[in-house]
């Protein structure tokens, strides 16, 4: 059975440009390609996509990727890798949320008696479970950004690959913060710390009003990335979705 590339965009998830952008670069090609020039995938290539979103989900960029399902022989112990892996992985989440309500129950407590958080709790325990990761996996419906974020990441150390994925973890927590506090998303504070995300966006390469008000859906709809969200406070992901639509319409359109 076959089928067409509409089908497989439905089912799992990934939009019809991503499919057609995996098959441009050789990642996914297509079972046959029909006289109407329409895609269409069979089971094989089903059990490839779902590989590609596994290693995509476990932070890998497409060029390792590519060299992995280039390397295996057998889909069956290749899955078995890919499940050993997810199981680190929520290993490795489990162990990450642990350390987010260790870090609020600890503000709350330096928010009561008036000492630093510090002073209650050892400052490296609040990066315990904090991995660096790819930041290319929050935007793999935007494979060009993608691809210029995991070009940029592999100049760099993993020391500042770690101190940036810790910076990006200390925003999400000053906005759940900020929405916590009950400060409207198009507001002044809320909006300096997406001015922050634009800017870092920005020297990748122009990001339009259009593209950025569809990657602040991304924060609502792609699943994984709305649980990142989620996991740090109930409500941010949508709050962060509205906060980049504001920016949009009120700096970019």
Not at 219 to 247: H, K, S, T
Request: net charge negative; aromatic share 6%; proline share 5%.
């Amino acid at each position: 059975m076959a089928w067409p590339i509409a089908e497989v965009a439905r089912m799992s998830g990934v939009t019809a440009r991503t499919l057609r952008h995996y098959d441009e670069i050789g990642l996914l090609p297509p079972a046959r390609i029909g006289t109407n020039g329409h895609r269409y995938y069979e089971e094989h290539q089903l059990l490839l996509l779902q590989q590609i979103l596994v290693l995509r989900a476990l932070g890998l960029g497409l060029p390792e990727i590519g060299r992995v399902l280039a390397a295996q022989v057998d889909e069956l112990e290749a899955l078995r890798g890919h499940h050993r892996r997810l199981i680190a992985e929520r290993d490795r989440l489990d162990a990450l949320a642990t350390t987010v309500s260790r870090t609020i129950t600890d503000l709350e407590q330096s928010r009561k008696d008036g000492t630093p958080m510090t002073s209650i709790n050892r400052p490296e325990n609040l990066f315990e479970g904090v991995q660096p990761a790819q930041y290319a996996e929050s935007l793999h419906d935007f494979p060009e950004l993608a691809e210029k974020i995991e070009q940029r990441t592999a100049t760099m150390s993993q020391a500042e690959i770690e101190a940036g994925h810790r910076a990006r973890t200390a925003q999400m927590i000053r906005l759940a913060e900020l929405l916590a506090a009950g400060v409207p998303a198009d507001a002044a504070p809320v909006q300096t710390e997406i001015d922050l995300q634009y800017r870092a966006l920005s020297e990748l390469r122009t990001v339009s009003a259009t593209e950025y008000r569809a990657i602040g859906r991304s924060c609502v709809e792609n699943e994984p990335w709305r649980a990142a969200y989620e996991a740090i406070a109930p409500g941010l992901a949508q709050y962060q979705r509205d906060a980049m639509e504001a920016y949009a319409a009120a700096r970019l359109s």
